[in-house]
């Protein structure tokens, strides 16, 4: 029997993404059913799988966790990357929050029309240049430490990098203005469990495509207009 | 220099009224700044923000976790904690349903409620009447009050606000309300006078979008 996480998701990005970071950054390996057809789906419903009917859903020392959130504070704790006390992890929460909103506006862009996307992207590049990207440019100049918090690699290193590298997938030089920020994406892209995650072969997901919008409207029955928020 | 924590945000419900809550249920006395303009929420930068321990927490999910754990919400162990974070999440995104009813215009207005009423009474409700089936115990985690417990009750009352029979099939939920809404700081919660915020009010309703678009 099998003790590695299990993950029930498609085979795409979408809300799991931010999971299969956490978990390769702690260097935990772990197993992924993908969804494909309405059936499979279907059956996780009636099975009693999924508690509010959704997925993501991961299998994890005898729990059934659904609820990205959820998942992933499950994770940290577990594995040591949430900080030292209490008011490391509201820090750590705080700044997860801020990259959990930068990636939200990312996360419906597949679904867009055409015209739509061409807003989103900019929407996406502004907020990040203007909102988010500054504050995390800050608290690294002011501490100048290698980490966002306490000194001490944890979820909100892992959570950034994940959202740098998801904008500049939209705009490469999007970092121009943000000295600490690549000094940051190098240097926690060359951790090795991270730099693995980042290699070719790993389990980490390309940019989602036609393919995986198609199978999310097929597997969910999701075949309303998504509009941007 | 007062000991409290000060909550900032428009006077009214929005995301910081699981935090006003969750600070009542625990007992901790809290005093609030209202934004009037849109001018003070950009002062600000971002709410809700919450002045507590020399800090200033942003993100209604942090803010929420650490008021949880300083104060003994957050059940026992981690495991407690997964149990509690699924369920706070998904009522998370039921109060995200519920809070924009209010705000939207009349014409939107009727699909939405037929949506939102039906995820309370076919998504979430089941489950929570599920939880308390199952273990037969007065709270929903760890046999003690959590968050978890609290937030429930908001978002009950809550969806009774729009449909004041939603727990008609649901008689543990219904004992559950009663039970909790009968502890001590929470039933003082509930009374007139408190910080408690009403439902937004139709004329109110363009006020608050002008200091958040």
Redesign the interface.
């Known amino acids: 029997m099998s003790t590695k996480p299990k993950l029930y998701y498609f085979d795409g990005r979408g809300k799991m993404e931010s999971i299969r970071w956490l978990l390769a950054a702690a260097g935990v390996e772990f197993e992924e059913e993908f969804l494909e057809t309405r059936d499979q789906y279907e059956k996780l419903l009636q099975g009693g799988s999924l508690?509010?009917?959704q997925v993501p859903m991961v299998e994890i020392?005898g729990?059934k966790?659904?609820?990205?959130?959820?998942i992933l504070?499950?994770i940290a704790?577990?594995y040591n990357l949430y900080g030292k006390d209490?008011?490391e992890?509201?820090l750590i929460?705080?700044y997860v929050?801020?990259t959990d909103d930068l990636m939200g506006f990312i996360l419906m862009f597949p679904f867009l029309s055409a015209e739509d996307k061409e807003k989103q992207r900019a929407l996406i590049i502004q907020k990040a240049t203007s909102r988010y990207f500054p504050v995390y440019e800050q608290v690294l100049k002011d501490h100048g430490q290698d980490f966002l918090v306490g000194n001490n690699f944890s979820w909100a290193d892992v959570h950034l990098l994940e959202a740098i590298l998801m904008v500049e997938e939209k705009k490469s030089d999007v970092l121009s203005g943000f000295p600490q920020l690549q000094a940051f994406k190098a240097r926690i892209s060359s951790i090795p469990a991270i730099k693995k995650f980042l290699e070719p072969g790993s389990q980490r997901k390309p940019v989602p495509d036609d393919k995986y919008v198609e199978t999310v409207r097929r597997v969910l029955c999701m075949y309303y207009d998504v509009k941007a928020n | 220099m007062s000991g409290k924590p000060r909550l900032h945000y428009f006077n009214g419900r929005g995301r910081m009224e699981p935090i006003r809550w969750l600070l009542a249920a625990a007992g901790v006395e809290f005093e609030e700044s209202y934004l009037e303009k849109k001018e003070d929420l950009t002062k600000l930068q971002k709410v809700p923000m919450v002045e507590i321990?020399g800090?200033k927490?942003?993100?209604?999910?942090?803010i929420a976790?650490?008021i949880a754990?300083?104060y003994n919400l957050y059940g026992k162990d981690?495991?407690e904690?997964?149990l509690i974070?699924?369920y706070?999440?998904?009522l998370f995104?039921l109060n995200e349903l519920l809070m924009k009813y209010g705000y939207l215009p009349a014409d939107k207005k009727e699909e939405h409620f037929a949506n939102m009423m039906d995820k309370a009474e076919n998504?979430?409700f089941p489950?929570f009447e599920k939880v308390l089936k199952d273990h037969g115990k007065d709270f929903l985690v760890g046999n003690q009050l959590s968050r978890a417990d609290v937030q429930l009750l908001e978002i009950i009352l809550m969806a009774e606000e729009c449909k004041p029979d939603t727990l008609a099939k649901f008689p543990l939920l219904q004992s559950f309300k009663a039970r909790i809404s009968n502890i001590p700081p929470i039933k003082k919660f509930l009374q007139p006078g408190s910080q408690r915020k009403p439902l937004i009010r139709e004329e109110e309703v363009p006020k608050v979008i002008k200091i958040f678009y």
């Open positions: 508690l509010f009917q020392d729990m966790m659904v609820q990205t959130r959820a504070s499950y704790a577990k209490l008011k992890r509201a929460d705080m929050g801020g | 321990d800090m927490l942003v993100q209604t999910r942090a976790n650490y754990t300083k981690m495991k904690r997964a974070d699924m706070v999440e998904g995104d998504r979430y489950v």
